[in-house]
């Protein structure tokens, strides 16, 4: 049997550049920018000023509000300003600005927990906050929020996201072949946290070498599955996950906790080990730098609030001029604008595309073929919202699920006559979330 989801897409896995690139070390640039907004949610208040001496994983700012987690500095050296600069999200953010000094001089601040089974469940939550933890998937949700679903919600499993569905990025998948003894720590430390006795680690059939890793490793243990998952796009989005391994449908507007899951990214459970048990904030990360037209495509670790222009040098640069960077994947990624964004804690992926590759084939009428409704994993009709939205007619495709669109751009990708319909889901949510607030 087929473990997965009704609907999706098989592009092109072009994984191979870089799966089989063992994890290198990126030595940290002269200059470090450490957005305050790197998380779903509040970003967080700077507690250092212009000038200040500062630590590799000091704590740089304080979180506002529930939703909202710290950030900290990726190297020891002097604060050389604060002020906006550019972000991946298109606008410039409130940014820490660390004049790097080559020494990494360590921060003690927060404590290591080898003993982590004595903690309490609160103490992981709050270690999971003061170590400024967000999803590593990509979504970036303060990893705190997540560990404390509301008392109404029980939870009863705990899933595990080693699918990696994006064409070309490999960095989970490099995590899980070298680092799988933390992971399950991790994982174990978030079932102790939500009291849950059962989880599962969803990993593609197109990465063999991991899923026999993760089974060798959990034979010891009753309450963890490994399970091979149907290579297919979007297969690690939460909601499919759920659906493909434990057969639940999280509603319409719903979230996995209305099921009784939590998903959590392989990432996320590593770095939940790092700052349980080695004192370490979330201040590095796995990406993958690939694309064609690289010299020497690389999965990198790399300190959070590098420029990713030095990804792109440590990759020894491009064959052909830059025509697009993406950050993340190709199919939900986002085109910068600049290479002087900072990698940031959901950036999976930085992907090269030469101006060939990057160019785009002219937008055609819709011919009804319907081939959009087929692969909507949301049961959606991208078609119909799309052109409700092109006529303006914004209020209309709430009625149409427009908010229950996950943005993974399948539709996108099949139309034969090449309409931009992710372009116009995000512009009509854009616009109707606009003439709330002005309502309001
Ligand atoms: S409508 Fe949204 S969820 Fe459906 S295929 Fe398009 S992008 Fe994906
Ligand atoms: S796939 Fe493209 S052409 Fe076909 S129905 Fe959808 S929007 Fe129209």
Known sequence: MSITFKGGIHPPQNKV?????????????EEIIIPLSQHIGAPSKPIVEKGDRVTMGQRLSESEGFVSVPVHSSVSGKVKDIKPWPHFSG??????IIENDGKDTPCREMPAHED???LSPDQIRGISREAGLAGMGGAAFPTVVKLSPPPTKQIDTVILNGAECEPYLTADHRLMLEYPDEIIEGLRM???TLGVEKSFIGIEKNKPDAIKVFKNKTEKFDNISVIGIKVKYPQGAEKQLIDAITGRKVPAGGLPFDVGCLVQNVGTAKALYDAVVRGKPLYERVVTVTGKTLNNPQNLMVRIGTPVRH???????TKDPIGKIIMGGPMMGIALYADEVPIVKGTSGILVFSVTEADLPREKPCISCARCVDVCPMK?????????????????TEEYGIFDCMECGSCTYVCPTKRRLLHYIKWGKDEIIKRRNKEK
């Open 17 to 29: 550049f870089t799966k089989d690139k063992p994890i290198l070390a990126l030595p940290a640039p």
């Open 91 to 96: 606008e410039s953010v409130l940014s820490v």
């Open 116 to 118: 982590w089974e004595n």
């Open 190 to 192: 978030i079932m102790k």
């Open 311 to 317: 990804l792109i040098d440590a990759c020894d640069g």
């Open 380 to 396: 959606l009709l991208p078609n119909r919202i799309a052109t409700l939205i092109e006529n303006e007619r914004f209020q209309e």
